[in-house]
C-alpha cells in the first residue's frame, strides 16, 4: 500500500506492506481522519511566495487548487488582495512553470468589483478549464500591504531600471522568490528591448550597452524571447531558472527625453453618446509647437490635424468639420469632437515627435443594436434575439468578456454557452453558424410557457494597456409568452430596432359597415384590394358572428 498527501506529489510516498498493514491500519484512518484541512469553501491562500505575494489558489470541495489566468482582471486582483485580508492588489503575473502539484480548478474568473469573496463573481464551472490552462497560466498575485518588508513598491509592474538613467539601466524583474534581479543578455533582441521600454511607458527601444565592471546583482530570468508586440515581458517566452551559466546583465536604453516629466494629465477615456461632443485635453509641463492627433482605430491610422510651426492643418477625413483645435499657449493642447458617431468611438493619440505618444479611449455609450425591451410570442411560436456588439472591433487592446443569462441556463460566459450548453442541450436553443461573438443570435423553436422571463447580455471591456478602462453594459429583453397556441412554424427574422416601422391602426365597430384605417407611412403602391381583403380577413378572424349578418357580398 502507498500513501501520499497528494496524487502528483511522488517524492513523498510512504510504502506499507502486507504483513504491517493490518497493524497501522487503525492507526492512519485516525490519522487521515483527523488531518483535514481546516478551511471553507471558496479560501484563499498564496504559496510559493513571501507575506503578499505569491501562486494563488482556492479551497474547492476539500481540494486546494490553482487558478487560470484566463481572462484575468486587475479587478480579479483587488477582490482576492482584499479577500485575503490586504488593503488593495497591485499586480498578478504568471512564472511560466511546467508542472504543480495540484490541480487547475477554476478559469475566466470576471469580477465587477463589489463582491466580497473571489468565487461569488462569474467563473467557469469548476475543473471546467481549456486545456491551455496548464500551470504555465496559474496566476501569482502581489497584494499591497504598508507593514511587509518584502514589498518594494513600483509603479511599472514588477520592471524597473537600475543603475542609470530615468531612461536607461539594467533591466530588473521582481520575482516573488528572489525579490529585484537582473535579466540574462543571452539571446536578448531589439524586439525584447522595445517590449520592456513600452511596458517602462516609454515611446520605444532605443538600444541595448554594456557595462563593463562586473555585477553581484541576482539573475532571475533567462532566454527571454519577444515578438515585439507584447505589451509585457512576462507575455514572452522565458524561463526563470536556467542550467547555462550566464554573468552578463541586460542593460537598455528607451526612446524619451522627459517622458515622466513632460506629461501633467491625460484624458484616459471619454464618455458620449451619438449626436453629442466631447473634449479631449492634455497638460503639457512644456511649450510645444509640433504636434498631431490621430485615430488609430482602423486598419489605416488617420491624422485628423496637426501643428507644425504655428500652423493648423485639419486632414480630408470624415472628421472634417466636426474637430476643432484645443490650445493654451501650447501646454495644454486638444481637440472637440461634435456630432459623434457610432464609428467614431475607438482609440486617439495625442503624438508629440521624439516625445511622447499619449492615447485615448473613446466609449460611444448608445454603440449596440439590441432587441426591445419586451418581446410578445404565442406558444408552439419561435422566436429569435440578437445583440450586435461589433463596434467594440474599434477598440484595439481590449479583453472582452460576455455574460448570457435565459431562464434555461442562468448566467453564464458566452463562450461556455456556445461550446458546452449548446452541445448539452442540442433541443432548447440553437445558434446561426459560424457564431460571432460580438453578435450573439438565440434561436428558439416551439416554444413553451417555461421560456418566458428575462434575456440578457452583459458586456465587460478591460485592458492591460488602457488601465483604466474598466466598462460594463447590460442588455435585457423580456419575453412573453402568450397562452394562445400558435399553429406558425415560422421562424421570426431579427428585429432591427434602428428601422423605423409604420404604425397601422384599424378601428372596426362591431356590426357596422364603418372601417377607417391610417398608415402613418402609407404607400400608394399597395392595390386597393389588398387592403380590402386585409380587412375581411380581419373580420372573419375577430367577429364570426358579424359575419353571418353581413351583406351577401362579404361572404367568402
Excluded at 506629461?263 to 477615456?269: N, R, T
Excluded at 511649450?287 to 492627433?293: L, M
Excluded at 469632437?337 to 448608445?366: E, F, H, Q, R
Amino acid at each position: 500500500m502507498m500513501i501520499s498527501t497528494d496524487p502528483d506529489d511522488v517524492n513523498h510516498l510512504i510504502l506499507i506492506s502486507r504483513n504491517s498493514f493490518s497493524a497501522v491500519l487503525s492507526f492512519l484512518v485516525r490519522t487521515i481522519c483527523t488531518n483535514r484541512v481546516q478551511a471553507a469553501n471558496g479560501s484563499l491562500r498564496l504559496v510559493d511566495g513571501n507575506s503578499n505575494a505569491g501562486r494563488l489558489v482556492v479551497y474547492i470541495n476539500e481540494e486546494w487548487v490553482t487558478v487560470c489566468s484566463t481572462n484575468w482582471t486587475h479587478v480579479n486582483t483587488v477582490t482576492a488582495c482584499k479577500q485575503l485580508g490586504f488593503p488593495d492588489g497591485h499586480s498578478m503575473y504568471t512564472m511560466n512553470q511546467t508542472f504543480y502539484h495540484r490541480r487547475v480548478g477554476v478559469a475566466n474568473i470576471r469580477c465587477g468589483g463589489n463582491e466580497t469573496n473571489l468565487l461569488e463573481c462569474p467563473h467557469a464551472p469548476f475543473f471546467h478549464v481549456n486545456p491551455s490552462c496548464d500551470h504555465q497560466q496559474d496566476i501569482f498575485l502581489r497584494c499591497l500591504c504598508d507593514e511587509c518588508n518584502d514589498y518594494i513598491p513600483t509603479p511599472k509592474d514588477n520592471v524597473r531600471l537600475a543603475d542609470g538613467t530615468s531612461i536607461s539601466g539594467r533591466l530588473e524583474v521582481f520575482s516573488p522568490r528572489l525579490g529585484w534581479g537582473g535579466v540574462c543578455n543571452a539571446g536578448w533582441t531589439e524586439f525584447n528591448t522595445r517590449v520592456a521600454c513600452h511596458q517602462l511607458g516609454f515611446l520605444d527601444g532605443a538600444g541595448t550597452y554594456r557595462r563593463n565592471q562586473n555585477q553581484s546583482a541576482t539573475l532571475v530570468l533567462f532566454r527571454v524571447s519577444c515578438s515585439g508586440d507584447e505589451h509585457v515581458l512576462f507575455d514572452c517566452n522565458y524561463t526563470t531558472t536556467s542550467t547555462e551559466v550566464c554573468t552578463d546583465h541586460v542593460y537598455i536604453q528607451c526612446e524619451c527625453h522627459e517622458c515622466f516629466e513632460f506629461l501633467l494629465q491625460a484624458p484616459q477615456q471619454k464618455d458620449a453618446m451619438t449626436q453629442s461632443a466631447v473634449s479631449f485635453e492634455w497638460h503639457l509641463k512644456h511649450n510645444v509647437t509640433a504636434f498631431q492627433f490621430m485615430f488609430i482605430s482602423q486598419k489605416n491610422p488617420q491624422t485628423l490635424l496637426y501643428v507644425e510651426e504655428g500652423k493648423v492643418v485639419e486632414e480630408h477625413t470624415r472628421f472634417r468639420n466636426r474637430i476643432q483645435l484645443i490650445n493654451v499657449d501650447y501646454e495644454t493642447v486638444g481637440f472637440n469632437l461634435t456630432n459623434i458617431t457610432v464609428a467614431d468611438m475607438g482609440i486617439y493619440s495625442l503624438v508629440v515627435p521624439n516625445l511622447l505618444a499619449s492615447k485615448a479611449v473613446l466609449i460611444v455609450t448608445d454603440f449596440a443594436v439590441v432587441p426591445d425591451p419586451v418581446v410578445h410570442r404565442q406558444v408552439n411560436g419561435a422566436t429569435v434575439l440578437s445583440w450586435d456588439l461589433v463596434t467594440l472591433r474599434q477598440l484595439h487592446d481590449i479583453s472582452c468578456e460576455i455574460l448570457l443569462t435565459t431562464p434555461a441556463t442562468g448566467r453564464l460566459p458566452l463562450d461556455y454557452y456556445n461550446t458546452y450548453w449548446l452541445r448539452d442541450n442540442p433541443h432548447r436553443h440553437s445558434v446561426s453558424q459560424p457564431t460571432d461573438k460580438l453578435h450573439p443570435t438565440i434561436v428558439i423553436d416551439k416554444l413553451t410557457a417555461t421560456d418566458a422571463g428575462n434575456y440578457g447580455i452583459e458586456v465587460i471591456v478591460t485592458s492591460s494597456v488602457y488601465r483604466s478602462l474598466n466598462y460594463s453594459w447590460q442588455f435585457v429583453t423580456d419575453l412573453v409568452i402568450d397562452d394562445t397556441v400558435s399553429d406558425s412554424n415560422v421562424r421570426p427574422t431579427e428585429f432591427d430596432s434602428s428601422v423605423p416601422i409604420a404604425a397601422t391602426t384599424i378601428d372596426v365597430s362591431v356590426c357596422n359597415s364603418k372601417v377607417t384605417v391610417s398608415d402613418s407611412n402609407y404607400d400608394s403602391n399597395v392595390p386597393f384590394a389588398t387592403i380590402v381583403l386585409s380587412i375581411l380577413l380581419c373580420y372573419r378572424w375577430l367577429f364570426p358572428p358579424c359575419l353571418q349578418r353581413a351583406p351577401s357580398a362579404f361572404q367568402f
